[in-house]
């Protein structure tokens, strides 16, 4: 599955935003409760509104949402690439995951030591990068060495690894994190730079965990951290982990009266939770039939064959055609019977890029 790690400083409030997620998960899908993979890792059920319609229109018994993971990464502190802290553990976790969810302490209490005396969200967000980078740089100049030995004397994989090697020296040299590489590189030097595992070339996401009383309108940390954001083109979220934690235990009803009278629409988590599946270039497909409305986890841009191979191998393996009805078209024609009378309804080969909200059956050889 894709991995979200989530990193911070100490007492920002990682830990009470990642257990208000793994409980929510629980209460959000009961065929899936929530499952402990390793200590600090939780999977989360992805919130999304489209599958009840689905459900209704397909006379579903069940609805079975997908899932992404967090990963709680403890441990860093000024110092990580020195070993300073948890070091090289956290720093190993950190190569596990696609993305990397950035908690920043935007909010004021005397009583919760910050680590670096002052409430600073932009200066943390840097602190740990510098960190990041410092790591990375150290490990790509270990490698850089044999790499252009070995691109001397012809070896092939050298030769192609070592110009994205150099830029990404370059970039760090710079004070500049990998992932800036992300939206420059051609496809294949992307997967070459994914190769390097490095620490700062995953897609990051902010976000502010203010008071309780600014969870609706920010504060002026969160302006910073906005601007911050900008100017990397990452996205941010505003959170007050103390609400999560406490709509986590409320059941469905009660969490909205509890939300709207703090004046938010939706739960923050689930907001969290849809960036980060955003944030990985995940979407979804449904499959609809009277047992269940299922959605499926696909990276954008996957065809056809390997989207049926996420239910099982077989499909992939045997796959002849997909049957394809657009979302829009399935809710608006009543479900399948009305969308392909109305000619909605696609045979769709193995070239064919899946769309997100596809509802698809799948043909396939045994
Ligand atoms: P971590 O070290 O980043 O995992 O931080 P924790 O989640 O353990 O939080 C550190 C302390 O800050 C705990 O005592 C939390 O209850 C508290 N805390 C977390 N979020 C908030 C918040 O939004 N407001 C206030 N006042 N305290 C918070």
């Not at 409980?23 to 390793?38: D, H, K, S, V």
């Not at 932009?122 to 850089?144: H, K, Q, W, Y």
């Not at 100017?231 to 406490?246: H, K, M, P, T």
């Not at 235990?249 to 909205?256: A, I, K, R, T």
Request: charged content about 25%.
């Amino acid at each position: 599955g894709f991995k979200c790690g989530i990193v911070g400083l100490p007492n920002v409030g990682k830990s009470t935003l990642f257990n208000a997620l793994t409980r929510t998960a629980a209460a959000q899908a009961a065929n899936y409760p929530f499952c402990t993979i390793e200590p600090n890792t939780g999977e989360v059920a992805v919130p999304d509104p489209r599958m009840k319609l689905l459900a209704q229109a397909g006379k579903s018994k069940e609805i079975i949402p997908t899932r992404i993971s967090f990963v709680d990464i403890a441990g860093l502190v000024r110092g990580a690439s020195k070993g300073e802290g948890l070091g090289n553990k956290f720093l190993a976790n950190i190569r596990e995951v696609d993305a990397v969810v950035h908690v920043l302490r935007c909010f004021e209490d005397s009583d919760i030591t910050h680590v670096e005396g002052r409430i600073d969200p932009v200066g943390d967000a840097d602190t740990i990068e510098t960190e990041l980078m410092l790591a990375d740089l150290e490990s790509i100049e270990r490698r850089l060495e044999q790499t252009r030995k070995r691109a001397a004397s012809k070896d092939k994989e050298s030769l192609t690894v070592l110009p994205v090697m150099e830029e990404v020296v370059k970039l760090l040299q710079d004070g500049k994190p990998a992932r800036l590489l992300l939206k420059t590189l051609p496809p294949e030097e992307i997967a070459i730079l994914k190769g390097l595992n490095l620490l700062t070339s995953h897609p990051v996401l902010y976000v502010c965990n203010v008071a309780e009383g600014d969870a609706a309108t920010g504060n002026s940390f969160t302006a910073q951290v906005e601007k911050m954001a900008k100017d990397q083109g990452a996205e941010c979220v505003i959170i007050s982990a103390a609400i999560e934690a406490e709509v986590a235990q409320l059941p469905d009803e009660e969490s909205q009266e509890f939300l709207a009278a703090l004046g938010l629409e939706e739960a923050g988590l689930d907001r969290l939770i849809r960036a980060g599946y955003h944030l990985l270039d995940l979407i979804t497909y449904f499959t609809v039939g009277p047992k269940e409305t299922r959605a499926w986890t696909i990276k954008r841009g996957t065809k056809a064959p390997a989207a049926a191979g996420v239910i099982h191998s077989d499909f992939e393996r045997g796959f002849i055609r997909a049957q394809t009805i657009a979302y829009e078209d399935y809710i608006a024609l009543g479900g399948e019977v009305g969308a392909k009378e109305a000619g909605k309804a696609r045979d769709e080969g193995k070239e064919y890029v899946v769309q997100d909200g596809d509802v698809l059956m799948f043909k396939f050889n045994t």
